[in-house]
């Protein structure tokens, strides 16, 4: 169990440039999380998926920004058109349970 | 809908003064409760999590908490706060055995000093 796996750490980018983003889950686990946390703010859900289905996004997820899980094994979430306000942390989760295993998240930062 | 709110954005204790991080929910379901802790630059890591049973639940590193649904509160307690206590603390909620989204407060800066 080597944990959930993100990848870049860190992600500087010019406004209007497209990023994506990698979350590798526990290798087991079938569900997995994106969320968004801003400095000095809890956690924001984006969207889950169960397997290979998307099963929720939130409102929070305008259409610039898409998550995929192909074969319900890693995921990446892709930003088009990046914004000053897309700034943040980007957490993965994964889950067998109730217990979400959390990475060490992606740091976006638009200039 | 869910939500959580965590009384106090900064909370300051002495090395072993008790630890109390505030935490009130509202969930229209019976929820689970979880806390956890965000090191700097670092993802979150689970403290402890109420899954309906035993309403005094024991976490890692000498944290507890109780849920009470008569205040819809989940407060977490330490008797004796060390200098690595020193973190960001958040509360969640889930709707239950859904496996589901987790809502977040704001968390809770917990600072320790010796």
């Known amino acids: 169990d080597t944990g959930v796996s993100q990848d870049p750490r860190h992600k500087i980018t010019k406004r209007g440039q497209n990023v994506t983003f990698r979350c590798d889950p526990i290798?087991?686990?079938?569900?997995l999380y994106w969320y968004r946390q801003t400095l000095g703010q809890g956690p924001e859900f984006l969207t889950y998926?169960?397997?290979?289905?998307?099963?929720?996004k939130s409102r929070l997820l305008s259409n610039r920004f898409s998550a995929e899980r192909p074969k319900g094994s890693f995921s990446t979430l892709e930003i088009q058109r990046t914004e000053q306000g897309d700034s943040a942390m980007y957490l993965c989760a994964s889950s067998l349970g109730n217990i979400q295993y959390f990475g060490a998240g992606t740091r976006l930062s638009v200039l | 809908a869910q939500s959580v709110t965590q009384l106090g954005s900064h909370v300051s204790v002495s090395e072993g003064a008790l630890v109390l991080l505030r935490c009130n929910y509202s969930?229209?379901?019976?929820?689970?409760l979880f806390w956890y802790v965000q090191y700097p630059n670092q993802g979150l890591q689970l403290l402890l999590k109420?899954?309906?049973?035993?309403?005094l639940v024991k976490g890692i590193n000498g944290f507890e908490a109780e849920f009470k649904k008569s205040e819809t509160s989940f407060h977490l307690t330490k008797p004796s706060a060390h200098m690595s206590d020193a973190a960001e603390y958040f509360c969640a909620v889930s709707e239950g055995n859904q496996g589901g989204k987790l809502i977040f407060g704001q968390g809770t800066e917990l600072s320790v000093k010796p």
């Open positions: 969930s229209s379901v019976p929820p689970y």
């Open positions: 290798s087991e686990h079938n569900r």
């Open positions: 109420y899954t309906s049973a035993a309403t």
């Open positions: 998926f169960q397997n290979e289905a998307q099963l929720e």
